[in-house]
């Protein structure tokens, strides 16, 4: 099930608020545009950030996620009627041959066990042409950035069209690495209601995100650093073979 962050409604709509600007999808673009795509698979695309993005540069995109909460914020977006939007996950798909297919923010560390996540790189390899492009993104477990997952590094407060400020924090709940829960808290300060989100995230180190990838079926052609995370991030390239 979804994290309650992207299916719960009064969450997905504050979502994009309190994110802030996505400076990570840029590299994205920038890997499409080189790569000459002119479709692509978005996975776990949430509120649809990236999907509408690429629509308006004139690419056929298709994007799935399994929280209808979030696909229902990204439809009514500027441009979301430019996207096919799917309820699932990359395992469930209709057919496909797209040029490329991706993964950003947190997607790919949200397959905790093996077996979902490799069942996820198989989904996709079969919604890629050969010689698709797959990129993502997954945090380097070596910097730990768990340890700053913490109140006060992470207050916020944000104020939302039509709802008013929202405070929002996020706590430790829980390292047994690989595994990390944490949790969010979101006050609304218009009707003094709270709300919490705990997500759990798997992370793998860049010899087992290379192991599974050959397992499923690509080979990977670059591991980038992600520029708005220098350092932290590890941003994999592989295409279908």
């Given at each position: ?7 719960e ?13 996505r400076?990570d ?5 920038s ?5 000459g795509?002119?479709?692509?698979l978005?996975?776990g695309?949430?509120?649809?950030s990236?999907a509408v993005l ?5 690419l056929?995109?298709t994007?799935?996620?399994?929280a209808?909460?979030?696909l229902?914020v990204?439809?009514r977006?500027?441009g979301g ?10 395992t ?13 923010g947190?997607v ?6 093996d077996?979902?996540w ?5 989904g ?5 042409r050969?010689?698709?492009l797959?990129?993502?993104?997954t945090?380097?477990p070596?910097?730990e950035?768990?340890?700053e997952w ?12 039509g709802?008013g400020?929202?405070?929002a ?6 390292v ?17 209601a709270?709300?919490?989100?705990e ?17 499923t ?16 991030e590890?941003?994999f ?5």
């Amino acid at each position: 099930m979804p994290d309650a962050l992207f299916a719960e409604p009064r969450l997905a709509e504050v979502y994009d608020a309190l994110d802030g600007p996505r400076d990570d999808l840029g590299l994205y673009v920038s890997l499409l545009t080189a790569a000459g795509a002119s479709s692509v698979l978005d996975v776990g695309c949430g509120t649809g950030s990236l999907a509408v993005l690429l629509a308006a540069r004139g690419l056929a995109v298709t994007a799935v996620d399994p929280a209808a909460a979030s696909l229902d914020v990204a439809r009514r977006k500027p441009g979301g009627e430019r996207v096919r939007w799917l309820p699932g996950d990359a395992t469930a798909l209709p057919p496909l041959a797209v040029d490329a297919a991706v993964m950003t923010g947190n997607v790919a560390q949200v397959f905790v066990t093996d077996d979902s996540w490799l069942a996820t790189l198989r989904g996709i390899r079969a919604a890629l042409r050969p010689g698709g492009l797959l990129a993502f993104e997954t945090r380097d477990p070596a910097r730990e950035a768990w340890r700053e997952w913490t109140r006060e590094r992470s207050l916020v407060t944000a104020g939302v069209p039509g709802t008013g400020a929202v405070t929002a924090w996020v706590d430790l709940v829980e390292v047994a690495l690989p595994i990390v829960t944490f949790r969010w808290t979101y006050e609304f300060a218009a009707d003094g209601a709270v709300l919490t989100s705990e997500s759990t995230l798997r992370f793998r180190s860049r010899a087992e995100v290379e192991a599974s990838l050959a397992a499923t079926g690509y080979a990977v052609a670059d591991v980038l650093d992600a520029p708005d995370r220098p350092g932290r991030e590890l941003v994999f390239v592989a295409t279908a073979v």
